[in-house]
């Protein structure tokens, strides 16, 4: 830290600390600055940390002075201004997205970390030749003039390894590598492979590291971009704020993933971020998924980014039509209330072959919504056509969208029977039952209850060593590991997020099962799949057994332009906190009527997904535009701190 004294400089500079009002302050220097130095700065009675953003002529009003300039590199340009659009494109605060950019804890004192892990040496690109699709499509990407491309390849079609090409290509002309996964549980297996193929080359950060881990790997970052050295980096969506040198390759692994969404301040869009950085350095940016979406395929269309198709597995097994099992069958449950008969047939040939299966449960629509376990009629808000939420202790059913309300009734509007259910369940609960069902299986459990990293990596090992016969697991199992002994999967309810009250239920549900659905196959003979449902007759069902994604995107679309949906308009969703739930309905309605005057459309006010929440009422509002700018300066102006806007939300609930 190097001390400050008589002022002779002045600087605008960002505050890292929240302050509820100027969004930077002035303060002088005795000596110059670079714009980008993080400094020491008085706050009011506190110290902060802060960011140098302008020089300043000297003011006409007393300044405070900087206190100290912490011993490090200037941020780079690119991030500064990537900072400053980020502010304005999610009208988001300066300070937290500068927050979003640093780690914390930069100015304690640490002891140099002691490596216990010795560095992978580099194998280089791996031999084996690639496949005519491949070729054809990594050869298509590197004479294109589009700086943006989708990828979407079926799963087991060997997207990594031309992430891998791409990235040998940006390293050798000393230009770094952004690889951006989802999940935790991809990390240990997308590392293994780029750290063979570069070595020491690949830096890693995941969501498990400690603060001083997540340090290290910072200032590892800027010693390579001092040195002028190109590297590769792994991990989740912060990546694209770590300070490399000369980027040159983002790759956005599992594009259609929701968590790409950041869902606290600054509340950002990492693909539309990752855009936005390539544009500033020049980078060329991939998004690879085999269930992009809807969004990304609609630009894809306008030929804003360039589509490349991999339809064909690497190991050209075919993936295998699922089976689609209709829990309205009474029949079908001989030995369990979880468990067809089907699918416990299917697990059990898998156990006496030796080979592994997979449980799917997804727990995130445990409270949604009610369904007829006799004909699977779900009852559909009349306005927004979406499934209504049962509320037990209003006993009503309430649109999460609109707030249209009706009765609860004892019996099915649609077949008079009386078999109502409320779908959901957890893993745990599965992990019991199929414990009973197979007392003799070496049985695993992989949810977010269980995400340790060592934990993951076990499960993982124990899947390729041949050590587990059964995984259960939420959606953190549901994507990207390539597990080639795994012969059956089972989808224990489908439903569970088809019937959340939300517009992108069908689209997620059919990205969830087509995900689930590529981890069987992947070895030396084809899978099996069978999914449990209550409603086979879905279309995102049907889609999702057969594959047909264009069929299912195409119904999609034209119903999201004729209700006026993304990515057809720009949505902006309003929340309020309210000490009571009387207070937050009128201050929802009096902005609501407020923002109708301009001419907006406005839906709601209607209650949060989960209304009550740490003692407050939350009720929600959805601002509908063609144009982004409208949307953008309500949110800027916002009358009080109780309301939290987010732009370009992933869900409506």
């Not at 110290?47 to 300044?63: A, I, N, Q, R």
């Amino acid at each position: 830290m190097i001390s400050m004294s008589e002022a002779r400089h002045y600087y605008l500079v960002t505050p890292l600390a929240y302050t509820g009002a100027a969004d930077a302050f002035t303060y002088h220097s005795s000596s110059p600055v670079p714009t980008g130095s993080v400094v020491q700065i008085p706050l009011g009675r506190r110290s902060s940390l802060g960011v140098v953003t302008t020089e300043l002529p000297k003011p006409d009003f007393t300044t405070k002075a900087i206190t100290g300039v912490l011993d490090l590199p200037p941020i780079p340009d690119y991030l500064h201004q990537l900072a400053e659009w980020m502010s304005q494109y999610y009208a988001a605060s300066p300070s937290s997205v500068w927050s979003a950019f640093l780690p914390a804890g930069l100015t304690k004192q640490r002891r140099q970390p002691k490596s216990t892990e010795q560095a992978v040496k580099a194998q280089g690109l791996p031999t084996s030749p690639l496949s005519d699709q491949q070729a054809k499509t990594l050869s298509d990407i590197r004479q294109s003039s589009k700086t943006a491309h989708l990828i979407q390849g079926v799963t087991g079609s060997g997207k990594t390894r031309l992430y891998m090409e791409l990235a040998a290509e940006a390293l050798s002309k000393r230009r770094s590598v952004i690889v951006l996964v989802p999940e935790i549980t991809l990390t240990p297996q997308v590392v293994a492979q780029f750290e063979t193929t570069f070595g020491g080359q690949v830096l890693t950060t995941h969501s498990k590291l400690t603060e001083a881990q997540r340090n290290q790997i910072w200032r590892r970052a800027v010693t390579s971009r001092e040195a002028g050295q190109a590297c590769v980096v792994v991990g989740p969506r912060s990546c694209l704020f770590l300070p490399l040198h000369n980027p040159g390759l983002i790759v956005v692994d599992e594009c259609h993933e929701t968590s790409y969404k950041q869902d606290q301040h600054p509340r950002y869009q990492t693909l539309t971020v990752a855009a936005k950085l390539g544009q500033l350095t020049g980078s060329r940016v991939v998004f690879g998924s085999a269930t992009p979406g809807l969004g990304e395929l609609f630009l894809a269309r306008q030929g804003r980014i360039e589509h490349h198709l991999l339809t064909q597995r690497f190991n050209q097994i075919t993936h295998s039509q699922a089976e689609i099992i209709d829990l309205r069958n009474k029949d079908l449950f001989k030995l369990s209330k979880f468990i067809t008969q089907p699918l416990y047939e299917a697990i059990s040939h898998s156990l006496t072959g030796k080979r592994q299966s997979l449980l799917y449960m997804n727990r995130r629509g445990s409270a949604s919504s009610q369904v007829c376990g006799d004909c699977g009629h779900v009852t559909i808000c009349p306005h927004c056509q979406l499934p209504l939420t049962f509320h037990a202790d209003l006993m009503r059913l309430v649109c999460h969208h609109c707030n249209y309300r009706i009765a609860n009734a004892a019996v099915c509007p649609n077949c008079r029977g009386a078999n109502l259910r409320l779908l959901g369940g957890g893993t745990k609960r599965i992990e019991a039952e199929v414990e009973r069902l197979w007392p003799q299986a070496r049985i695993a459990r992989l949810d977010r209850d269980s995400a340790t990293l060592p934990h993951i990596k076990a499960v993982y090992k124990g899947l390729r060593d041949g050590s587990i016969d059964i995984v259960i697991g939420t959606q953190m199992i549901a994507k990207g590991l390539d597990l080639p002994a795994i012969d059956t999967i089972g989808v224990v309810s489908a439903d569970t997020m088809l019937h959340l009250p939300d517009y992108t239920a069908a689209e997620r549900t059919y990205q969830l099962l087509a995900q689930v659905s590529g981890r069987a196959g992947r070895g030396d003979r084809p899978g099996r799949v069978l999914i449990q449902t209550y409603t086979p007759d879905h279309p995102a069902i049907i889609a999702a057994a057969t594959g047909d994604y264009l069929g299912l995107a195409e119904t999609e679309l034209a119903s999201r332009k004729a209700l006026r949906y993304p990515p057809y308009v720009y949505l902006l969703k309003l929340t309020i906190a309210g000490k009571t739930r009387d207070a937050a309905i009128r201050e929802a309605e009096e902005l609501a009527s407020r923002i109708r005057q301009s001419g907006l459309e406005v839906v709601g006010p209607a209650p949060a997904f989960i209304e009550t929440q740490s003692g407050t009422f939350r009720w929600i509002l959805t601002i509908k535009s063609s144009r982004r700018p409208p949307l953008v300066t309500i949110a800027h102006n916002l009358p009080g701190s109780h309301w939290m806007a987010d732009l370009d939300p992933a869900n409506l609930l």
